[in-house]
Nanobody
Framework: VQLQASGGGLVQTGDSLRVSCAAS????????LGWFRQAPGKEREFVAA???????YYADSVKGRFTISRDNAKNTVYLQMNSLKPEDTAVYYC???????????????????WGQGTQVTVSS
C-alpha cells in the first residue's frame, strides 16, 4: 500500500484546512485508515481513524473540530480540520493497515503503511 498525503499549509487561528491521503496498491477493505501528527520535539500522536466498517475514532484534543472521511471511488481519506489552533501545528501523517482492531486503532504501531507527511502550521 502506498500513501500520498497532501493539502497542508499555513493558516491562521480559527481557519479551516483539509488534508488528503490517496491510497494505492493493495486493498484495505478490511483494515483501517488513520491520521497521526508529530510536532517538533514531541512524539507522534493519534488524531483520527476510520475502520473498514465505518467506525470513527478521534483524539479528545480534536473531537468536534476535525472530521475524518473517505471517498472509496478515489481511494482517498480526508481530514477536515476546523477551528484550528496553534497547538495543531505539526506534520500530519496518514497511515493504513490491512487489519483493524478497536483496541489498537489509536496506536501508531498498529499501522504498517505510512505516507510521507504534510506540514500544517497554524499561526496565532
Amino acid at each position: 500500500v502506498q500513501l500520498q498525503a497532501s493539502g497542508g499549509g499555513l493558516v491562521q487561528t480559527g481557519d479551516s484546512l483539509r488534508v488528503s491521503c490517496a491510497a494505492s496498491g493493495r486493498s484495505i477493505s478490511r483494515g483501517a485508515l488513520g491520521w497521526f501528527r508529530q510536532a517538533p520535539g514531541k512524539e507522534r500522536e493519534f488524531v483520527a481513524a476510520l475502520s473498514w466498517n465505518d467506525g470513527i475514532y478521534y483524539a479528545d484534543s480534536v473531537k468536534g473540530r476535525f472530521t475524518i472521511s473517505r471517498d472509496n471511488a478515489k481511494n482517498t481519506v480526508y481530514l477536515q480540520m476546523n477551528s484550528l489552533k496553534p497547538e495543531d501545528t505539526a506534520v500530519y501523517y496518514c497511515a493504513a493497515d490491512l487489519t483493524f482492531s478497536f483496541h489498537t486503532v489509536r496506536f501508531a504501531r498498529s499501522y504498517k503503511y505510512w505516507g510521507q507527511g504534510t506540514q500544517v502550521t497554524v499561526s496565532s
